[in-house]
């Protein structure tokens, strides 16, 4: 009896039908009377009429199983959105580019003992190619934290730790999130670039034992030797 | 007048929403078949952006659900709105694929390869599974048009 009626554009002619019908069911039950009007208002699309049952129709359309439905799968999605917000305010590898007069210093220079590990100077890989780099410190210590990290944009760039000619571990993909590692304080630590994302391999490294890091860049295939000399 | 801007309105929302369904179908595509086979067959991970992009549609479809001047495309078109469900969680589960593919293979490695490979599969065994019995469950429920 409530056959549910698809909202229509021509409706003018059924709500005047109605109006004419409403006038002659005034000696109808109220009930019967608001089911009618039910029956075309459903949609919920508004008119100028302050009859109160006409209200309580409008408002069925958004209790209809069809309208609930359409708004839990809005909130759901909107859950999923908040979710997405979180997992990258918070848990996502990608860092905001550093615009500060330090880190266009580091750009320049391509080393920097007052950026903190994990800087990001770049939003895209500017296809820079460094060299080898010559470290001399004093430290005493046996083995220092080696950082790694893309300082650019994190496009799938691949390197390989290598300490003396020893493998520190499989190739893996620099992000802007450093890793860590453990490496000798003196002799040969080689970067190698092992696949190109795009745009270069663009990685920094940061030595805890002199507490610098250095911005770099390696094409696929070659490497960058850091030779570690104690004075 | 007032009907003729609301629907010009709902309109002008439909065609914008049926380009965010074009995009989210050609993600889809793009994923299955370009993105993570290419992960596969070079070892290599490069940008995920399938949940980027799943974020984004999925703001377009949440407006829609939300405003009823939106909302009005679905009881125009009763078939829209199941089309977009299914649409958006096929795209979900292509975008967790790729996520899985780009964080087991952020190392290169055979046994990791293939554990991660082995979990992408499960996933989506898995979440097509909780689809199907999800909508056997609640079918989709939609006004029909009026003979």
């Known amino acids: 009896m409530n056959e549910i009626k698809k909202d229509s554009t021509d409706k003018q002619p059924i709500q005047g039908d109605l109006l004419q019908n409403r006038g002659l069911n005034q000696n109808t039950a109220p009930t019967e009377n608001r089911q009618y009007n039910n029956t075309f208002y459903n949609s919920g699309f508004g008119n100028n009429l302050d009859n109160t049952s006409e209200k309580e129709s409008r408002d069925i359309s958004d209790n209809h199983p069809f309208t609930k439905r359409i708004k839990q799968g809005a909130w759901v999605f909107l859950a999923i959105i908040l979710v997405g917000l979180f997992y990258t305010s918070n848990i996502s590898t990608t860092a905001k580019v550093d615009n500060s007069p330090a880190a266009q210093e580091a750009l320049e220079s391509h080393i920097s003992t007052i950026l903190a590990p994990g800087t990001r100077l770049l939003q895209k890989d500017g296809n820079y190619v460094g060299g080898d780099v010559v470290i001399n410190h004093s430290s005493e210590q046996q083995e220092t934290s080696l950082l790694v990290w893309d300082y650019a944009a994190e496009d799938g760039d691949y390197v390989q730790i290598m300490a003396n000619g020893t493998p520190l571990g499989e190739p893996f993909m620099i992000k802007n999130k450093p890793v860590s590692f453990n490496v000798p304080t003196t002799g040969d630590i080689q970067v190698v670039g092992t696949h190109d994302g795009g745009g270069g391999i663009t990685y920094a490294v940061h030595y805890g034992m002199n507490n610098t890091t250095y911005f770099n860049g390696v094409n696929q295939g070659e490497n960058n030797t850091y030779t570690l000399i104690r004075e | ?147």
Not at chain 2, 82 to 101: G, H, K, Q, V
């Open chain 2, 1 to 147: 007048m007032g009907k003729t801007l609301k629907n010009f309105i709902t309109f002008s929302w439909f065609l914008f929403l049926g380009f965010i369904l074009f995009l989210a179908g050609f993600s889809t595509i793009m994923l299955v078949f370009h993105d993570i086979p290419g992960m596969v067959r070079t070892g290599f991970a490069g940008t995920t952006a399938g949940f980027a992009i799943f974020g984004t549609l999925s703001f377009v479809v949440m407006i829609t659900g939300f405003v009823p001047f939106f909302r009005r495309c679905y009881y125009k078109f009763p078939w829209l709105y199941p089309f977009t469900t299914i649409l958006m969680m096929n795209l979900f589960i292509a975008a967790l694929a790729e996520f899985i593919l780009g964080q087991g293979f952020s190392v290169t490695g055979s046994p990791r390869y293939e554990i991660t490979i082995c979990l992408m599969i499960i996933m989506v065994i898995i979440c097509r599974f909780v689809m199907c019995f999800y909508l056997k469950k609640r079918p989709m429920v939609y006004q029909k048009e009026k003979q």
